[in-house]
């Protein structure tokens, strides 16, 4: 995620990873989006390596909202304690996307309607839509869901699987 210029900031709390991108216009979303999918690319390449040497998997889920976040400097002068905090429902979304990614039906990476609506027109490998790899488990659903991975990271797993 460092790589990309609108990651603002990274954060490893126990097993959960996220990352806070600046998202000021439509086509900021294919950065946050981007760093998803190579991070499930990625992600399934350690599974396959895992899976040959006969240890179970790693099961991720990945979420990405949409929103505005506010951020604050925790802690006091002299403390010790001098933490970036990011508070807003644009964080409890993205974690509540997360929560429900890989479960229950759902794929790996789960979007929210904003995030959808913004990757309107732009196109993966081979001119696919981005919006035709996702899709919405249920109408009721707030969110779209799918498995989308780096091409170079696909073909590689396609072609060192047995």
């Not at 439509?26 to 999918?37: G, I, L, R």
């Not at 899709?135 to 991975?149: A, E, V």
Request: proline share 2%; with cysteine.
């Amino acid at each position: 995620m460092q790589d990309f210029s609108n990651c603002k900031e990274i954060n490893i709390v126990g097993d959960c990873v996220s990352g806070i991108f600046s998202h000021n216009t439509k086509d900021d979303v294919m950065q946050p989006f981007q760093a998803a999918y190579t991070i499930n690319g990625v992600v399934q390449i350690l599974n396959h390596k895992l899976e040959q040497k006969g240890w179970s998997p790693i099961k991720i889920g990945i979420g990405l909202a949409s929103g505005k976040a506010l951020m604050i400097q925790a802690g006091f002068k002299g403390s010790g304690l001098n933490d970036v905090v990011w508070m807003g429902d644009v964080v409890n979304q993205a974690s509540n996307l997360c929560n429900i990614a890989n479960k229950n039906g759902n794929e790996v990476i789960v979007v929210s309607n904003e995030v959808y609506d913004d990757l309107y027109g732009k196109c993966g490998t081979y001119g696919i839509p981005y919006q035709e790899m996702l899709r919405k488990p249920h109408l009721s659903d707030d969110f779209y869901t799918g498995n989308i991975i780096l091409t170079v990271i696909d073909n590689w797993l396609k072609d060192n699987s047995n």
